[in-house]
């Protein structure tokens, strides 16, 4: 991890020491890293600042991570009413976990349309810092929690994790352990420091992972099974892809965040150099990739399913009927696409080369 620049800390303790009423946002969909980040800032604020903040999510969180974030200072965009009023009330707007405001999509036209100084504080590439009147961007490191842990350690009087209350420090343990799939990829060292910080600061691990990993519903792991027996596809080029339709979801009562994880079981197969991960939603799939070392997950995201993010994790969306006819074309068209890709040739996802 780069050292953080003097400078935009100080810009930052004085745009937090102006504020008053603080919209915390994150990324549609938000995951452990969006809610682990967007709580522990929104309590740092409130707790340490005695700051007005509360966490936007453009959409509610998974059930399996309702503990995350404290409901009372939470507002979801789909009672879009109470997001808009908190925006245009706010003296200051932090974007979490996403490079742009695009990816907060219900949110991101109220966002924009803030006159408040904005800051964004994320992991991902290509950060749109014309924006943004303050950026803290970094790739080199696991999650937008462990980034967000350093910057608060560098504010004026903090110094250390001791110094933060375990309202802070327990979601940054939470993103940082989901985003890095319990220390399984993208763990550097300054990952384990935080680790070590955080359990030496008092945060309770074993708690922790006993509440993330180990409180799903039995329907769950039969759609795992199933998912592996009944629709994992293996490729003659190493590509495993498995397409999840509303008919399977419906099978197994499937809800958000209960399929988390599933594209990464079949990295664990030797041959396996890729994964996709497809699930049905309105009018898309929404598409989860992951790649061993030397494939670009983020390439294909961005070649072939209108998204992007890190060399080797990575997610987009697959639309119908624009990039294919219907949801049933959906395991062809990711079997062509990975054929052309794994012989390093550039995947279109133009429907007049759509190969049936």
């Known amino acids: 991890m780069r050292t953080l620049a003097p400078e935009d800390i100080l810009r930052l303790e004085a745009l937090f020491a102006s504020a008053k009423r603080v919209s915390i946002a994150v990324h549609t969909h938000p995951d452990g890293d969006a809610l682990g980040s967007g709580a522990a800032l929104s309590a740092y604020l409130r707790l340490c600042r005695g700051v007005e903040a509360r966490l936007l999510l453009p959409d509610p969180a998974p059930a399996s991570l309702d503990f995350v974030a404290d409901a009372d200072y939470v507002l979801t965009g789909t009672d879009p009413l109470p997001v808009r009023e908190w925006i245009a009330g706010s003296d200051l707007v932090v974007c979490l976990d996403m490079n742009g405001f695009s990816r907060a999509e219900s949110l991101s036209g109220p966002l924009q349309a803030s006159p408040a100084p904005k800051v964004l504080i994320d992991h991902h590439l290509h950060p749109e810092r014309e924006t943004f009147d303050l950026v803290f961007s970094e790739t080199e490191i696991s999650s937008a929690s462990e980034l967000l842990y350093w910057v608060l350690l560098a504010l004026p009087g903090v110094g250390a994790a001791e110094r933060l209350p375990l309202e802070v420090l327990t979601p940054l343990m939470t993103g940082m352990t989901t985003d890095t799939n319990n220390f399984a990829n993208s763990v550097f060292p300054s990952t384990l420091q935080m680790a070590s910080g955080l359990l030496a600061a008092g945060v309770d691990r074993n708690v922790l992972l006993e509440r993330l990993y180990q409180r799903y519903r039995e329907n769950r792991f039969r759609a795992m099974g199933a998912f592996l027996a009944e629709r994992l596809v293996i490729t003659p080029e190493g590509v495993a892809y498995a397409v999840l339709d509303r008919d399977f979801l419906g ?106």
């Open 251 to 356: 099978r197994f009562d499937l809800q958000d965040g209960e399929s988390e994880g599933f594209v990464n079981l079949p990295l664990g197969i030797g041959r396996v150099r890729m994964s996709l991960f497809l699930k049905e939603d309105d009018g898309h799939f929404r598409v989860s990739i992951r790649s061993k070392a030397g494939v670009s997950a983020n390439r294909l995201a961005a070649e072939a399913f209108h998204g992007g993010g890190h060399e080797q994790a990575a997610g987009g969306k697959l639309f119908f009927p624009q990039d294919i006819p219907s949801p049933d074309d959906a395991g062809q068209y990711i079997a062509n696409v990975a054929a052309r890709f794994m012989r390093n040739q550039a995947p279109s996802h133009q429907q007049d080369e759509y190969e049936k």
